[in-house]
């Protein structure tokens, strides 16, 4: 080679190679490049190929989007790098916003795959007492998070509705002086909801949340309750609720009881139906969960379990039928999308605990249970009710709050789930938008790393967003459209409690 | 393949010699993986230049609570890992499995080792603003509670004394200005 060739290379070289970018193929004719920061391009084989060559023409369109992604060397811009990396990792520098109190674990209802580990109703041992009660919120005002939701589980939370309106009362109280933005949220199968119960929660500006499997027949075959159909139970208060959030002019977009489901074999089969179901009730959104192995649902796996393909092929048949619903005017849109996609288009996380880098367990969120230890989150909490303490902080009673999140488990857990510490997540395309959970990796691995290709955690993220880069590439207009609905927050400030409220 | 008995001591956890039956595990080559049909363990050799230590560890680790995990070194260049299942239900297709996983988290152990040394800055930056972060500044009743004594802990080597702490109060005191060198030269 002379040096003029020489000369001519570099020159090529700086102008059109390479910035660091990881790449997927996402079919024929087309590969999905992402960079540091998370920007990305589907690239035609032609472009893909002169691009890792080095090839671009300086003139051609295909240079000006790669330069204004922040693909090239020549261009590459660290401001524009930075910027965009300090907005997605916000999260990073406060600490827990959700404290999850497990104020029982009695429970009326017997789920097959209860994640919560429930107890009867007579087991009155399993109850939360006020006084472990008021610590665990005296915690939960410690963090240094500005913005902080108590969300009240169980078991059933409405078992214990009088220890649910001391805790509420009492936060409501201690943020006088706290200032804090609090939110107040109520996970609950809603069967022993009443008309006194709920007149209090609307008052007291508490989000409902709850569970529908699908169809009343497949819900109540997994969701049992004594003497009456769950799903019944459970829709009835769904219908009163929405109408009562219509009826004090909350707008019924924003403001409706959200539902969550667990993807159990049986729903498998039935994808649109699940989804018709979830439209008939007028819900706005469903997130369809895979189901995990925590609680009882590891014992009653071979029931319920199924290959992460399955649950691929149904996540894409479910999510189709909503866009096909969205097509014909009915707003409804799939959680797990919404929060990728966010990431995806908006280039900011909305810090869905589970699904970011690193993932929020201790670092943004603390379990209470109801004999007062602390967890780094819910799951960790599920496997201490099953002999498994690794992921127990400490107690309400000796624990400081930097005890609790200075504590090395979950420093651990947030190296362990820093996906630029993991293999397979180091080079993996989506690598800006996932995340992994360490209570996932130990229960099903042994270890809070685990092996990101074993995982069906992993599996699942890598399917969905599969699917979802597959939708941009694309490129239906009617698709583009609901995307970009989806990802768009909106506040539902009725709920926040700001720090002057009196 | 049927079980064929060797002289230890090349096979052998264990410094000693005794006869064992071992078999090989389908899909393992066989002088990296056998099966101890006897003692109904597994055991698995290494090319110590390929994984580090470190790795080493962390894979066995993982399998603790399932198995009785022993590491040896037979030969300067060989590592030796052997995997006794505590519970016997299963028999060879269950302990086939263990090395299989055994083999991928070894992978997967001594590439995370190496990924970590070489993003650990960033790795460290991202943990110490999370931790950082949730923790906040210490408050008055963090302070109170530290102990700020010099007597915080035994010292009897004196290691955290300064070097004047440590030798100058040998020297007599009325010595003169360069009289007082130490008894002994500091490490
Ligand atoms: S999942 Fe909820 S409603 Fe079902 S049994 Fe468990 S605690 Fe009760
Ligand atoms: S969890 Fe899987 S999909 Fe997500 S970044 Fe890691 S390797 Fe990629």
């Given at each position: 080679m002379?040096?003029?060739?020489?000369?001519a290379?570099r020159?090529?070289?700086?102008?059109?190679?390479?910035?660091?970018?990881?790449?997927?193929?996402?079919?024929?004719?087309?590969?999905?490049?992402?960079?540091?920061?998370?920007?990305?391009?589907?690239?035609?084989?032609?472009?893909?190929?002169?691009?890792?060559?080095?090839?671009?023409?300086?003139?051609?369109?295909?240079?000006?989007?790669?330069?204004?992604?922040?693909?090239?060397?020549?261009?590459?811009?660290?401001?524009?790098?930075?910027?965009?990396?300090?907005?997605?990792?916000?999260?990073?520098?406060?600490?827990?916003?959700?404290?999850?109190?497990?104020?029982?674990?009695?429970?009326?209802?017997?789920?097959?795959?209860?994640?919560?580990?429930?107890?009867?109703?007579?087991?009155?041992?399993?109850?939360?007492?006020?006084?472990?009660?008021?610590?665990?919120?005296?915690?939960?005002?410690?963090?240094t998070?500005?913005?902080?939701?108590?969300?009240?589980q169980?078991?059933?939370?409405?078992?214990?509705?009088?220890?649910?309106?001391?805790?509420?009362?009492?936060?409501?109280?201690?943020n006088?002086?706290?200032?804090?933005?609090?939110?107040?949220?109520?996970?609950?199968?809603?069967?022993?909801?009443?008309?006194?119960?709920?007149?209090?929660?609307?008052?007291?500006?508490?989000?409902?949340?709850?569970?529908?499997?699908?169809?009343?027949?497949?819900?109540?075959?997994?969701?049992?309750?004594?003497?009456?159909?769950?799903?019944?139970?459970?829709t009835r208060?769904?219908?009163?609720?929405?109408?009562?959030?219509?009826?004090?002019?909350?707008?019924?977009?924003?403001?409706?009881?959200?539902?969550?489901?667990?993807?159990?074999?049986?729903?498998?089969?039935?994808?649109?139906?699940?989804?018709?179901?979830?439209?008939?009730?007028g819900?706005?959104?469903?997130f369809?969960?895979?189901?995990?192995?925590?609680?009882?649902?590891?014992?009653?796996?071979?029931?319920?379990?199924?290959?992460?393909?399955?649950?691929?092929r149904?996540?894409?048949?479910?999510?189709?039928?909503?866009?096909?619903?969205?097509?014909?005017?009915?707003?409804?849109?799939?959680?797990?999308?919404?929060?990728?996609?966010?990431?995806?288009?908006r280039?900011?996380?909305?810090?869905?605990?589970?699904?970011?880098?690193?993932?929020?367990?201790?670092?943004?969120?603390?379990?209470?249970?109801?004999?007062g230890?602390?967890?780094?989150?819910?799951?960790g909490?599920?496997l201490?009710?099953?002999?498994?303490?690794?992921?127990?902080?400490?107690?309400?009673?000796?624990?400081?709050?930097?005890?609790?999140v200075?504590?090395?488990?979950v420093?651990?857990?947030?190296?362990?789930?820093?996906?630029?510490?993991?293999?397979?997540?180091?080079?993996?395309?989506?690598?800006?938008?996932?995340?992994?959970q360490?209570?996932?990796?130990h229960?099903?691995?042994?270890?809070?790393?685990?092996?990101?290709?074993?995982?069906?955690?992993?599996a699942?993220?890598?399917g969905?967003?599969?699917?979802?880069?597959?939708?941009?590439?694309?490129?239906?207009?009617?698709?583009?459209?609901?995307?970009?609905?989806?990802?768009?927050?909106?506040?539902?400030e009725?709920?926040?409690?700001?720090?002057?409220?009196? | 393949?049927?079980?064929?008995?060797?002289?230890?001591?090349v096979?052998?956890?264990?410094?000693?010699?005794?006869?064992?039956?071992?078999?090989?595990?389908?899909?393992?080559?066989?002088?990296?993986?056998?099966?101890?049909?006897?003692?109904?363990?597994?055991?698995?050799?290494?090319?110590?230049?390929?994984?580090p230590?470190?790795?080493?560890?962390?894979?066995?680790?993982?399998?603790?609570?399932?198995?009785?995990?022993?590491?040896d070194?037979p030969?300067?260049?060989?590592?030796?890992?052997?995997?006794?299942?505590?519970?016997?239900?299963?028999?060879?297709?269950?302990?086939?499995?263990?090395?299989?996983e055994l083999?991928n988290?070894?992978v997967?152990?001594?590439?995370?080792?190496?990924?970590?040394?070489e993003?650990?800055?960033?790795?460290?930056?991202?943990?110490?603003?999370?931790?950082?972060?949730?923790?906040?500044?210490?408050?008055?009743?963090?302070l109170?509670?530290?102990?700020?004594?010099?007597?915080?802990?035994?010292?009897?080597?004196?290691?955290?004394?300064?070097?004047?702490?440590?030798?100058?109060?040998?020297?007599?005191?009325?010595?003169?200005?360069?009289?007082d060198?130490?008894?002994?030269?500091?490490?």
């Amino acid at each position: 080679m002379t040096a003029g060739s020489l000369v001519a290379l570099r020159d090529r070289l700086d102008r059109a190679s390479p910035a660091f970018f990881r790449f997927r193929r996402l079919g024929p004719d087309r590969t999905l490049v992402t960079n540091l920061e998370g920007r990305w391009l589907v690239l035609s084989d032609a472009d893909f190929e002169a691009y890792v060559t080095g090839a671009v023409a300086r003139s051609s369109a295909l240079y000006e989007r790669l330069s204004d992604a922040n693909f090239l060397r020549a261009s590459w811009s660290e401001a524009k790098a930075r910027d965009m990396i300090a907005k997605r990792k916000t999260f990073l520098g406060y600490g827990p916003n959700l404290h999850v109190f497990v104020v029982t674990l009695r429970c009326n209802e017997t789920c097959v795959y209860c994640h919560a580990s429930r107890a009867d109703m007579d087991a009155t041992h399993t109850d939360m007492t006020p006084e472990i009660a008021e610590k665990a919120v005296d915690l939960a005002f410690m963090s240094t998070s500005p913005t902080i939701t108590l969300e009240f589980q169980g078991g059933e939370p409405l078992v214990r509705f009088d220890l649910v309106k001391h805790i509420i009362e009492y936060a409501e109280a201690k943020n006088e002086t706290a200032k804090k933005t609090v939110e107040l949220t109520m996970v609950s199968n809603l069967s022993l909801m009443d008309d006194d119960k709920l007149a209090y929660l609307l008052d007291h500006r508490v989000q409902i949340c709850t569970s529908i499997d699908g169809p009343k027949d497949l819900h109540d075959k997994q969701r049992k309750l004594p003497s009456y159909s769950a799903y019944d139970a459970a829709t009835r208060w769904i219908a009163t609720i929405n109408e009562a959030y219509a009826a004090r002019g909350l707008d019924p977009t924003l403001y409706h009881v959200e539902a969550l489901v667990t993807v159990t074999r049986a729903a498998l089969e039935r994808p649109k139906e699940l989804v018709d179901t979830y439209a008939a009730l007028g819900c706005r959104a469903m997130f369809l969960r895979p189901i995990d192995p925590f609680g009882f649902a590891g014992k009653t796996a071979k029931l319920v379990e199924y290959p992460r393909a399955d649950y691929l092929r149904f996540y894409a048949e479910a999510t189709d039928h909503i866009l096909e619903l969205n097509r014909g005017g009915t707003q409804i849109l799939e959680r797990y999308a919404a929060i990728l996609l966010t990431k995806i288009l908006r280039g900011e996380d909305p810090n869905f605990l589970d699904l970011r880098s690193p993932a929020g367990a201790g670092v943004s969120m603390l379990a209470y249970s109801y004999d007062g230890g602390v967890y780094t989150c819910d799951e960790g909490r599920m496997l201490a009710a099953q002999g498994d303490d690794t992921f127990r902080l400490g107690d309400v009673f000796t624990s400081t709050y930097r005890d609790l999140v200075g504590h090395p488990t979950v420093r651990a857990m947030v190296i362990a789930s820093n996906l630029d510490s993991q293999p397979d997540c180091v080079d993996c395309t989506y690598n800006p938008y996932c995340g992994i959970q360490t209570t996932h990796n130990h229960k099903t691995q042994g270890s809070i790393f685990g092996r990101m290709r074993e995982s069906s955690v992993c599996a699942v993220h890598k399917g969905i967003q599969d699917y979802l880069f597959g939708k941009l590439a694309d490129g239906d207009p009617h698709v583009l459209e609901a995307f970009e609905r989806w990802n768009t927050i909106r506040p539902r400030e009725h709920f926040l409690h700001a720090p002057d409220d009196g | 393949m049927p079980p064929r008995s060797v002289r230890v001591g090349v096979q052998s956890p264990f410094p000693i010699c005794y006869s064992v039956a071992v078999t090989t595990i389908e899909g393992f080559p066989e002088d990296l993986a056998r099966l101890d049909v006897d003692a109904r363990r597994a055991i698995v050799d290494l090319d110590a230049s390929l994984y580090p230590v470190e790795a080493l560890y962390g894979a066995a680790y993982v399998f603790i609570d399932r198995c009785y995990v022993l590491l040896d070194r037979p030969a300067p260049q060989k590592l030796r890992l052997v995997l006794t299942p505590k519970s016997l239900d299963g028999g060879e297709p269950a302990v086939r499995a263990l090395v299989g996983e055994l083999a991928n988290e070894l992978v997967s152990a001594a590439y995370r080792h190496q990924i970590a040394q070489e993003n650990r800055a960033r790795i460290e930056a991202v943990t110490m603003q999370a931790i950082a972060g949730a923790m906040g500044p210490p408050t008055l009743d963090d302070l109170e509670d530290f102990d700020f004594t010099d007597e915080a802990f035994e010292d009897p080597l004196g290691i955290a004394l300064s070097w004047e702490e440590k030798y100058a109060k040998k020297a007599a005191p009325d010595a003169a200005p360069g009289e007082d060198a130490p008894e002994e030269e500091p490490a």
